[in-house]
């Protein structure tokens, strides 16, 4: 539910970064096999729990998305010329946000900036500075100049994504206990009649029961994901298999005179989900894929790790609301000294992680 509040919000205030995309999701077959991610009941969904299951998904967001309806045979066939259609028997129809990763990203960090951060990119952090266990501030490296400073604060906060445990082992040390199980995924590009613009479709039969998204993006079309553990990488590559495993799946539901060949491939990518667990939290929780806020009493460092996009203001609520609880004092001064550790992610093609170190004068 939080999803979809945060989800309406992004939507509604932020226009200019975000819409609404229809997906459709091609029936071919009135069951389904192999299961969508394992779950077996989905072998019937063909045979109307899709269109039930979509309807339910409207009611969680309050029905403040367009509502999901069925797209029949014939229009189906219309709307995607580019597929081997002529064994769909309908495509229920969902919505689902979409916004611009990076300008989101770059608007974040102007917002920051106006309200009174401190923010300095591309810079590396070579240790931390310390009183007893407590840390209190790091020693940083700017990546350009190569100029080297120390910067002090009263709380410190890890936001490092699927590299937050590198920021932790420089604080635990042989202490350190991992709180990230990395989970990477690509995708591809190829050129725009792959698919219609101003509607994506979802192929739920893959080989292995994963999802393949085809979705219109400026000017092209992205066609995603894999999934597999991976450590986090600066420079994460594609595998070679994976976008061959890709481009195989597409070719199942494209029309056979639309060859897809390796070389149609305008660009390709890979990133690592960061999958959180606590470690400072009883040994049974396991990892997630919503955010994680966990606080290390004996260096005095909060970090978040975890979550995703649509949730970013609340990871960054619950972030702050877990500082001021750890530290009291703070609470008695309007503004107060708060640095953030954290990643940037840069370029649109791909990204490429830099720490970043951000010096609130309030939190």
């Not at 779950?39 to 045979?47: Q, S």
């Not at 400073?149 to 202490?175: H, I, N, W, Y």
């Not at 996009?309 to 609470?331: C, F, G, H, Q």
Request: proline share 7%; net charge positive; hydrophobic share 40%.
């Amino acid at each position: 539910l939080n999803c979809h509040r945060e989800r309406r919000f992004m939507l509604e205030s932020q226009p200019h970064l975000t819409n609404w995309l229809p997906i459709a999701v091609p029936i071919r077959d009135w069951i389904q096999w192999p299961p969508p991610f394992g779950y077996y009941p989905a072998v019937i969904g063909p045979l109307g729990l899709y269109p039930l299951f979509f309807k339910f998904y409207d009611a969680l967001c309050r029905f403040t998305c367009p509502p999901s309806h069925i797209m029949t045979r014939s229009r189906a066939r219309r709307k995607f010329p580019m597929m081997s259609n002529n064994d769909i028997k309908y495509a229920p129809v969902f919505y689902e946000g979409q916004h611009d990763d990076a300008r989101t990203n770059l608007a974040i960090a102007q917002t920051a900036a106006r309200e009174g951060a401190t923010m300095s990119n591309y810079m590396e952090v070579r240790g931390f500075m310390k009183e007893g266990d407590r840390i209190t501030g790091a020693s940083v490296r700017d990546m350009l100049s190569g100029k080297k400073m120390e910067v002090k604060a009263r709380s410190v906060l890890f936001c490092g994504g699927p590299f937050t445990d590198d920021l932790r082992q420089m604080e635990d040390g042989k202490e350190f206990t991992p709180a990230v199980d990395g989970a990477a995924g690509i995708h591809i590009v190829l050129p725009s009649y792959y698919a219609p613009s101003g509607i994506g479709l979802v192929d739920m039969s893959t080989s292995d029961g994963r999802f393949l998204f085809f979705l219109p993006w400026e000017g092209h079309v992205v066609v995603g994901t894999t999934d597999h553990r991976e450590k986090a990488s600066m420079r994460p590559v594609p595998d070679e298999a994976e976008i061959k495993w890709i481009l195989n799946e597409a070719a199942k539901y494209l029309d056979p005179e639309l060859c897809v060949r390796r070389q149609d491939v305008l660009s390709a990518w890979s990133g690592v989900r960061p999958l959180a667990m606590d470690p400072h939290a009883d040994s049974s929780a396991g990892a997630s894929r919503d955010h994680v806020i966990s606080h290390n009493p004996k260096s005095g460092v909060v970090f978040v790790a975890g979550g995703k996009w649509t949730t970013y203001r609340e990871m960054a609520e619950d972030a702050i609301d877990k500082l001021l609880a750890v530290n009291p004092s703070l609470k008695k001064a309007s503004r107060f000294p708060c640095m953030t550790l954290s990643t940037s992610l840069v370029g649109k093609a791909g990204f490429t992680p830099r720490h970043v170190l951000h010096r609130r004068s309030s939190c």
